[in-house]
């Protein structure tokens, strides 16, 4: 992935990384159209079709910030693919009978595919940390929540009243019972590629 | 993994352990499966608490930008078809003089284009959680109503704070331009050009709607000429030096 060339609409995931409002505007003039024309075909309306693109913003800035995110192809392929995964996930959830879902063969090529599907596990990835993080102790919630907020470790432990090693140990060890159930989550299988 | 291997993850990520460890540790990567996913997966728990807790308050305005901007898309999306009606047959033909005569009269007035036409600076959104928030609030109010004097005077205080911010610059300069202040309005709009950020653009197009208003057409056409293809104000931009040229 590293290897392949960054494609130039690349400025969309760097203007939504820097809530650019004239980006997230042009995203919504240039490509929610035919998202909300998809969503009407399939069962959908456009309040729903409001809710799968916001939700693809906020997932794309996400990983725009913890992964990096690098465009291989062109945003509009790859927006509408999560846009599209969104709402027939919605759908299936839902369990609306007699759903006609008009499958079409997709043309947009195999990298806007692979990144869009690895895009789909990283959100799911995000979402299982998070409810992960919900379950661990307030000890270490707290102790981890002053450590990313703080930054400095000095200061994180005179602020909760410990050792700067035992701050840093205790971290670590939060950190690694963070990943710790992450890994024994059943969800966790269905999150490797 | 135990508790001693999670604290080895912390050593080497924070570089506090020797060359030899160093190496040791990188065998051990090679070596052993499982210790390479868990370390792998450490390092994604700590990308994410570092997105959720750092970025808190910059995450938390970027979904209220998102959702102001979404409400203004939809609600513009809907009032746009609730304006579809089924019209009378008969009226077309009325329709289609009016439209010629309307024709005419367009067309005499865009021989020369006019900066009203084409100036249209939309809204801006500033405000922020926290302490600042007034003097935000009220440069973005005075700004979308259009009270360019009282921006002026808030962005610029705002820039006293906080002087690199582009985008401040980019609202100031337009606001400076309403006022007919040229000089200072360009020279912000030419710092903004030659920054390496996403409003370079933005501030080309705003820059020629300038010169387009101090009536130098050909400082326009130039301005204009440099507006790259993949900028969301192109086709305006072309539309504009058809007309100029």
Same mark, same amino acid.
């Not at chain 1, 990283?122 to 993080?133: P, R």
């Not at chain 1, 990313?148 to 670590?172: C, L, N, P, Q």
């Not at chain 2, 001693?4 to 080497?12: E, H, P, R, S, V």
């Given at each position: 992935m590293s290897q392949k060339r960054i494609h130039e609409d690349q400025k969309y995931i760097e203007g939504l990384k820097q809530n650019n409002s004239f980006v997230i505007q042009s995203i919504y003039e240039k490509f929610a159209p035919k998202v909300i024309n998809y969503i009407k075909q399939n069962s959908g309306d456009e309040d729903k079709a409001k809710d799968v693109i916001q939700e693809t913003i906020m997932t794309i800035y996400n990983q725009a910030h913890e992964k990096n995110l690098k465009l291989t192809c062109p945003f509009d392929a790859y927006f509408f693919l999560l846009c599209k995964r969104k709402w027939l996930n919605y759908l299936k959830k839902s369990d609306i009978t007699g759903v006609t879902i008009n499958e079409e063969l997709l043309s947009d090529g195999d990298d806007a595919l692979e990144l869009a599907f690895e895009t789909t596990l990283n959100e799911q990835q995000h979402e299982l940390f998070e409810d992960m993080f919900q379950e661990l102790g307030q000890a270490c919630k707290d102790l981890l929540k002053a450590t990313f907020k703080i930054k400095s470790m000095e200061e994180v432990a005179e602020s909760i009243g410990v050792t700067y090693a035992y701050a840093r140990k205790k971290k670590s060890l939060c950190i690694g019972q963070l990943t710790k159930m992450v890994q024994a989550s059943p969800k966790y299988q269905h999150l490797k590629p | 993994m135990q508790e001693k291997d999670f604290i080895l993850f912390d050593d080497y990520l924070s570089g506090s352990l020797d060359a030899e460890s160093i190496q040791a540790f990188e065998n051990r990567l090679k070596a052993d499966a499982d210790f390479n996913l868990a370390f792998n997966d450490y390092q994604q728990a700590e990308a994410f608490l570092e997105h959720k807790f750092k970025n808190e308050e910059q995450n938390q305005r970027f979904k209220e930008n998102l959702e102001r901007i979404s409400s203004g898309y939809f609600k513009k999306e809907v009032s746009g078809k609730a304006k579809v009606r089924r019209i009378n047959p008969w009226y077309y033909s009325v329709a289609a003089g009016v439209i010629l005569l309307f024709g005419v009269v367009i067309a005499q007035q865009f021989s020369s284009p006019a900066y009203d036409d084409f100036a249209n600076y939309g809204t801006i959104s500033l405000t922020v959680r926290g302490s600042e928030n007034d003097l935000q609030n009220n440069a973005e109010k005075a700004f979308n109503n259009k009270d360019y004097k009282d921006a002026e005077k808030y962005l610029t205080q705002l820039l006293q704070k906080d002087q690199g911010n582009l985008e401040l610059q980019l609202y100031k300069a337009v606001s400076l331009v309403e006022l007919n202040n040229y000089e200072e309005a360009d020279v912000l709009y030419q710092n903004v050009i030659q #920054?390496? #950020?996403?409003y370079s653009n933005k501030a080309k197009w705003y820059l020629a709607l300038s010169k387009l208003k101090q009536k130098e057409k050909s400082e326009s056409i130039t301005v204009l000429k440099s507006?790259?293809?993949?900028?969301?104000?192109f086709e305006s931009a072309q539309k504009l030096l058809k007309k100029l040229e």
């Amino acid at each position: 992935m590293s290897q392949k060339r960054i494609h130039e609409d690349q400025k969309y995931i760097e203007g939504l990384k820097q809530n650019n409002s004239f980006v997230i505007q042009s995203i919504y003039e240039k490509f929610a159209p035919k998202v909300i024309n998809y969503i009407k075909q399939n069962s959908g309306d456009e309040d729903k079709a409001k809710d799968v693109i916001q939700e693809t913003i906020m997932t794309i800035y996400n990983q725009a910030h913890e992964k990096n995110l690098k465009l291989t192809c062109p945003f509009d392929a790859y927006f509408f693919l999560l846009c599209k995964r969104k709402w027939l996930n919605y759908l299936k959830k839902s369990d609306i009978t007699g759903v006609t879902i008009n499958e079409e063969l997709l043309s947009d090529g195999d990298d806007a595919l692979e990144l869009a599907f690895e895009t789909t596990l990283n959100e799911q990835q995000h979402e299982l940390f998070e409810d992960m993080f919900q379950e661990l102790g307030q000890a270490c919630k707290d102790l981890l929540k002053a450590t990313f907020k703080i930054k400095s470790m000095e200061e994180v432990a005179e602020s909760i009243g410990v050792t700067y090693a035992y701050a840093r140990k205790k971290k670590s060890l939060c950190i690694g019972q963070l990943t710790k159930m992450v890994q024994a989550s059943p969800k966790y299988q269905h999150l490797k590629p | 993994m135990q508790e001693k291997d999670f604290i080895l993850f912390d050593d080497y990520l924070s570089g506090s352990l020797d060359a030899e460890s160093i190496q040791a540790f990188e065998n051990r990567l090679k070596a052993d499966a499982d210790f390479n996913l868990a370390f792998n997966d450490y390092q994604q728990a700590e990308a994410f608490l570092e997105h959720k807790f750092k970025n808190e308050e910059q995450n938390q305005r970027f979904k209220e930008n998102l959702e102001r901007i979404s409400s203004g898309y939809f609600k513009k999306e809907v009032s746009g078809k609730a304006k579809v009606r089924r019209i009378n047959p008969w009226y077309y033909s009325v329709a289609a003089g009016v439209i010629l005569l309307f024709g005419v009269v367009i067309a005499q007035q865009f021989s020369s284009p006019a900066y009203d036409d084409f100036a249209n600076y939309g809204t801006i959104s500033l405000t922020v959680r926290g302490s600042e928030n007034d003097l935000q609030n009220n440069a973005e109010k005075a700004f979308n109503n259009k009270d360019y004097k009282d921006a002026e005077k808030y962005l610029t205080q705002l820039l006293q704070k906080d002087q690199g911010n582009l985008e401040l610059q980019l609202y100031k300069a337009v606001s400076l331009v309403e006022l007919n202040n040229y000089e200072e309005a360009d020279v912000l709009y030419q710092n903004v050009i030659q #920054s390496p #950020s996403v409003y370079s653009n933005k501030a080309k197009w705003y820059l020629a709607l300038s010169k387009l208003k101090q009536k130098e057409k050909s400082e326009s056409i130039t301005v204009l000429k440099s507006i790259p293809e993949d900028a969301d104000d192109f086709e305006s931009a072309q539309k504009l030096l058809k007309k100029l040229e």
